[in-house]
T-cell receptor, first 115, second 114 residues
């Protein structure tokens, strides 16, 4: 079974631009979660989508948004980029059927650099 | 609120030795799950092992075992017979019932020396 894929793997943008990141979950997984990883703040939860609906949201400004398509693929968008948005963005998928045991499997991440 | 604390920023271990990575957590939820992930330099988070708050036995997965002490709120990862390929960042994470949000610790960088 193919794992979680994320595109692109690397991105360089300038302040004020916007960016869209893509995540394809493991086949059969309908939940997609996004995390931001920075050296200062560590790993922080952005949001989760399940059945095309945002189910959980972390403490990030409205510049961070996402969506999920009917095939469970998800996109994350960041508008008006700031230098502090430079980070590794990780996507994780799960079945959301196993309760607390529901394991999230991560993709390789997209490394975003904002200049 | 949930919180995970990993007090060892870095650890150095000789190949073939066993290593214990510490994780303590804080939560008021009666039901929760604890996960360990490995992150090599490539960046991908690799799931290692899971322990549920109501599990009676400590979880094991191959060379990985979890030393779960509920009263002390600790969930230490034990890697037996360490290998060079075990060199990576290791993260402890927690999830609460009904929420799909993982809360991570700051991680421990493990280096295995030949």
């Amino acid at each position: 079974k193919a794992g979680v894929t994320q595109t692109p793997r690397y991105l360089i943008k300038t302040r004020g631009q916007q960016v869209t990141l893509s995540c394809s979950p493991i086949s059969g997984h309908r939940s997609v979660s996004w995390y931001q990883q920075t050296p200062g703040q560590g790993l922080q939860f952005l949001f989760e989508y399940f059945s095309e609906t945002q189910r959980n949201k972390g403490n990030f400004p409205g510049r961070f948004s996402g969506r999920q398509f009917s095939n469970s693929r998800s996109e994350m968008n960041v508008s008006t980029l700031e230098l502090g948005d430079s980070a590794l963005y990780l996507c994780a998928s799960s079945t959301r059927l196993a309760g607390l045991k529901d394991t999230q499997y991560f993709g390789p991440g997209t490394r975003l650099t904002v200049l | 609120a949930q919180k995970i604390t990993q007090t060892q920023p870095g650890m150095f271990v000789q190949e073939k030795e066993a290593v214990t990575l510490d994780c303590t957590y804080d939560t008021s939820d009666p039901s929760y799950g604890l996960f360990w992930y490995k992150q090599p330099s490539s960046g991908e988070m690799i799931f290692l092992i899971y322990q549920g708050s109501y599990d009676q036995q400590n979880a094991t997965e191959g060379r990985y075992s979890l030393n779960f002490q509920k009263a002390r709120k600790s969930a230490n990862l034990v890697i037996s017979a360490s290998q060079l390929g075990d060199s990576a960042m290791y993260f402890c994470a927690m999830i609460r019932e009904g929420a799909q949000k993982l809360v991570f610790g700051q991680g421990t960088r493990l280096t295995i020396n030949p």
